[in-house]
């Protein structure tokens, strides 16, 4: 895990030093919109403390000791490398700074975000969940027939369409498009939302989380009923299932008695890995189709305005949830399943 996290720091941080317009490029645009540079500082174009060969583009007749103090001010007076180092020595304390245009510190706004992204994490998976099983365990039953050619074909198209389009197709269709207005365009919460009873919020909440969950669900809803159908497949033609029927045992203890109890661990082991997957796949475009407030809309917000600090906190967060969850689904494996014991077998 540690090297993955580094890797995952160092190859970003590299990539960010070829990306132009920094966010001291940012400031000097911000500058130029105002109105004239030369109108902001004293002397004129010719003067020798101005700067004719800067480095940053649109930063001509701005003045060097201007453009120094920006990158002091930024950390950028400093090589490459003792940068990437003080940010490692700071993130392992979890000091990711201040945001270079909120004036906030980095951690509270990931925390204050955290929440919305945790919340349609959950949903998502916990749905998926309770519609890919008892699905999946209806296609392993009749396996071959009519009900599972129709239902794999609907899953291969639901899994083919890209989620972003998907979310965009609802927003179209019951959001206020062209057709229904059923459900909110953007937010959680609606105005007044504080003023609202206790089943007002509910129901509040419930309205405008429907379609976020429902764009988000729909890949992992795919994945996952496959997953079941396959799992109980496995388990039906092993020879304990063969040995149970010729003792006797009718189709439901055989099936509810020992075939689902074993095939239901791999899918619930997998439950961690499910929803850092929603979590990852639809915190970015699902939160922005929406207008979410969430950690993805934050770190492409952060990407856009190249606001580092916030940029490589969320980076650093998304990073450590994935490897900690990734860590325990194989513990889970593990758990559930005494057989999986690498350390055991012989190479």
Do not use: C
């Not at 030093?17 to 920094?22: A, D, I, K």
């Not at 645009?29 to 004719?52: L, V, Y």
């Not at 916030?310 to 194989?330: A, E, H, K, P």
């Amino acid at each position: 895990m540690v090297p993955t996290l580094l890797g995952i720091m160092l190859i970003n941080f590299a990539l960010i030093q070829f990306v132009p317009g920094g966010p001291i490029e940012q400031i000097i645009s911000q500058i130029e919109e105002g109105g004239s540079a030369t109108d902001r500082f004293a002397g004129g174009a010719d003067s020798p403390s101005f700067s004719e060969n800067s480095k940053y583009e649109g930063a001509r007749g701005l003045p060097e000791d201007f453009i120094k103090d920006l990158e002091k001010q930024f950390g950028f007076d400093r090589p490459g490398h003792e940068r990437f180092l003080l940010m490692l020595k700071n993130y392992l304390k979890f000091d990711f700074g201040e945001s270079y245009f909120r004036s906030i510190d980095v951690l509270d706004l990931i925390l204050e975000k955290m929440p919305v992204s945790i919340t349609l994490g959950l949903w998502s998976t916990l749905i998926a969940y309770l519609i890919s099983i008892p699905l999946g365990v209806r296609k392993a039953v009749r396996d071959g027939s009519r009900f599972d050619t129709i239902t794999s074909a609907a899953i291969i198209v639901a899994y083919a369409i890209p989620g972003f389009l998907f979310a965009i197709l609802l927003l179209v269709l019951f959001a206020g498009g062209s057709y229904f207005q059923w459900f909110p365009l953007r937010g959680l919460t609606s105005e007044g939302f504080e003023n609202l009873s206790l089943l007002g919020k509910i129901l509040d909440y419930a309205w405008h989380i429907t379609l976020p969950v429902i764009a988000a669900t729909i890949a992992s809803f795919a994945t996952l009923t496959l997953l079941t159908k396959n799992s109980f497949l496995d388990e039906i033609k092993k020879q304990y299932v063969i040995t149970a029927r010729s003792k006797g045992l009718s189709e439901n203890n055989v099936f509810f008695g020992h075939v689902f109890r074993n095939a239901m661990l791999i899918i619930i082991a997998g439950f961690p890995g499910a929803f850092i997957a929603i979590f990852f796949g639809s915190s970015l475009i699902i939160e922005i189709v929406f207008s979410l407030d969430g950690l993805g809309r934050l770190g492409f917000e952060a990407a856009l305005n190249r606001d580092y600090p916030v940029l490589f906190g969320t980076l650093y967060i998304f990073g450590i949830m994935g490897l900690l969850v990734g860590l325990i689904s194989d513990l889970m494996y593990a758990f559930v399943d005494p057989r999986i014991d690498f350390e055991s077998r012989e190479v």
